[in-house]
């Protein structure tokens, strides 16, 4: 399994980016897929998370106080992809985003593996 983070840049405060993060392999069922972030210096952090429930009004979605208001999280499903949208950005929001998922694999084993993606990077000057 592979996952693929795109959309990070340069912007401006108060400006917006839109991350996508696509999984790849041979994936039976995710249940949630997610973005981090770390700054220099500091410890990684969950940005947000979408998590899939038995049924499709079971999905939920979390977000850390710091983005909440200004991030939108959501996912698509056919095509194992899960997008970040990032609005009213701050300098505090720049880091390096990567994303994750908890995946089962098309193998015959029932357990859910984490994943990594690679890291892209977002910049917002004052």
């Known amino acids: 399994v592979q996952l693929q983070a795109s959309g990070g840049g340069l912007v401006q405060a108060g400006g917006s980016l839109r991350l996508s993060c696509a999984a790849s392999?041979?994936?039976?069922?995710?249940?949630?897929m997610g973005w981090y972030r770390q700054a220099p210096g500091k410890q990684r952090e969950l940005v947000a998370v979408?998590?899939?429930?038995?049924?499709?009004?079971?999905?939920?979605?979390n977000y850390a106080d710091a983005v909440k208001g200004r991030f939108t999280i959501s996912r698509d499903y056919a095509k194992n992809t899960v997008y970040l949208q990032m609005n009213s950005l701050k300098p505090e929001d720049t880091g390096s985003y990567f994303c994750?998922?908890?995946?089962?694999?098309?193998?015959?084993?029932?357990?859910?593996?984490?994943?990594w993606g690679q890291g892209t990077q977002v910049t917002v000057s004052s």
């Open positions: 979408a998590t899939t429930g038995t049924m499709l009004s079971d999905d939920m979605t």
């Open positions: 392999g041979s994936i039976l069922r995710i249940n949630a």
């Open positions: 994750a998922a908890g995946v089962k694999e098309d193998t015959g084993d029932q357990r859910y593996f984490f994943y």
